[in-house]
Each structure stands twice: as C-alpha cells, then as structure tokens.
C-alpha cells in the first residue's frame, strides 16, 4: 500500500508562484513513476505532469509546458511540482499519483493517489 500526502496549495495572484509537494509513505518510492493531475470544478480530471523512476524523464501537458516543472527526491521519497507563472484556468484541486513502473500520462495507469491539494488563482 502507498500512502501518498500532497502539500503546498494555496491562494495566489495572476502570474504568481506556487510549489506543491507529495510525500509518499512507502520504501519502493524510487521503483514507481510519479505525476501530478488536477481537477477543476465541473470538469474530468487531467494529466498535469510525470517525472520517470529516476527523474530522468518528464512530461508535461501542453497548457503547463514552460511554467511548471517536476521533480523528485527519492532520498526523501518526495516529488514536488513547480508552478510559476500562474493563470486563472490552473484553479483546480491538484492530486500526486504513483504508478509503479513506466511511465506515463495516463490517469489508469496510476494505482495510488493522495486526497488532493487546493490551487486557487485569482487577480
């Protein structure tokens, strides 16, 4: 079982800056790929970010390239995800999922997920 606790949500300005974290309760953290989803109000979750076992590779969705980035500290078993640049259409509750093995933008392929974390951005 992962256990996974996303932290770091908040309210922020137009073009502000936000840093999420996840902090995942388990010892095979460095055998699974990891990624961020989000869910805006009336709408199906979406794909936001992963970062492979390693942090060697990474993907993003279109609407974040540029402004967001992902990372991860297996040490800490830790993956965080930089946001910058922030734009009214990124309010969503943001949730940190844990796949173990490949990689991927998928939201099936993700077994575990935390309870989600508040972004709220507003002029």
């Known amino acids: 079982q992962v256990h996974l606790v996303e932290s770091g949500g908040g309210l922020v300005q137009i073009g502000g800056s936000l840093r999420l974290s996840c902090a995942a309760s388990v010892c095979t953290f460095n055998r699974s790929a990891m990624a961020w989803f989000r869910q805006a109000p009336g709408k199906e979750r979406e794909f936001v970010a992963a970062i492979s076992r390693n942090g060697g590779t990474t993907y993003y969705a279109d609407s974040v390239k540029g402004r967001f980035t992902i990372s991860r500290d297996n040490a800490k078993n830790t993956v965080l995800l930089q946001m910058n640049s922030l734009r009214p259409e990124d309010t969503a509750v943001y949730y940190c999922?844990?796949?173990?093995?490949?990689?991927?933008?998928?939201?099936?392929?993700?077994?575990?997920w935390g309870q989600g974390t508040q972004v709220t951005v507003s002029s």
């Open positions: 999922g844990a796949a173990p093995g490949v990689t991927s933008t998928r939201e099936e392929k993700y077994d575990y």
